[in-house]
T-cell receptor, first 117, second 112 residues
Framework: GAVVSQHPSWVICKSGTSVKIECRSLDFQATTMFWYRQFPKQSLMLMAT?????????EQGVEKDKFLINHASLTLSTLTVTSAHPEDSSFYIC?????????????FGPGTRLLVL | QKEVEQDPGPLSVPEGAIVSLNCTYS??????FMWYRQYSRKGPELLMY????GNKEDGRFTAQVDKSSKYISLFIRDSQPSDSATYLC????????????FGKGTMLLVSP
């Protein structure tokens, strides 16, 4: 099956610092990667969609200058939370999809828990 | 009205019971329907993927889609304590790898 990894799995940082989260597709090439955030007992909220080699498309209300997304290769996307604040504390999950796959769906990473103090 | 409605539960059942999980939706353009299982503090895991109306079976899991009623279901037979998790329905218009719209998830608790 398709495997997506995320690193780190959890991170604690001080307010005002930047945090980078990596998302990798381990056994397939991801033409598209998605970034979600999830608050406790809430569903996943899509933050942005990124295609390899092009700029990410951000959902309404998501600050693109605060959440920097880079999708430099078909197996790696990064999300950088710049100048993090306590309200950015959340569970960040990436997913990856391959338009050429037989089953057209997204495969999710294990998530990264961010706590901003 | 939200695009996808899903009862958050929790739904508590004894081991061995048949579980029925449901979602309703309002967007008639949805064509692709998925069920994900999410354990606490983990990412969602794809369980079932269906296109358009019909049934699909995989082991103890059966997914049903009724587009005329805008209603999808996931049945779990012979439920196990390890099935205890949150189940998220998701759907999309163009394809399964395009933007997904999720339900809020139903928490399932299977007691031994």
């Amino acid at each position: 099956g398709a495997v997506v990894s995320q690193h780190p799995s959890w991170v604690i940082c001080k307010s005002g610092t930047s945090v980078k989260i990596e998302c990798r597709s381990l056994d397939f090439q991801a033409t598209t990667m998605f970034w979600y955030r999830q608050f406790p007992k809430q569903s996943l909220m899509l933050m942005a969609t990124s295609n390899e080699g092009s700029k990410a498309t951000y959902e309404q209300g998501v600050e693109k200058d605060k959440f920097l997304i880079n999708h430099a290769s078909l197996t790696l996307s990064t999300l950088t939370v710049t100048s993090a604040h306590p309200e950015d504390s959340s569970f960040y999950i990436c997913s990856a999809s391959n338009a050429l796959a037989e089953q057209e769906t997204q495969y999710f990473g294990p998530g990264t828990r961010l706590l901003v103090l | 009205q939200k695009e996808v409605e899903q009862d958050p539960g929790p739904l508590s059942v004894p081991e061995g019971a048949i579980v029925s999980l449901n979602c309703t939706y309002s967007n008639s353009a949805f064509q692709y329907f998925m069920w994900y299982r999410q354990y606490s503090r983990k990412g969602p895991e794809l369980l079932m993927y269906t296109y358009s109306s019909g049934n699909k079976e995989d082991g103890r899991f059966t997914a049903q889609v009724d587009k005329s009623s805008k209603y999808i279901s996931l049945f779990i037979r012979d439920s196990q304590p390890s099935d205890s998790a949150t189940y998220l329905c998701a759907m999309s218009e163009r394809s399964g790898y395009s933007t997904l719209t999720f339900g809020k998830g139903t928490m399932l608790l299977v007691s031994p």
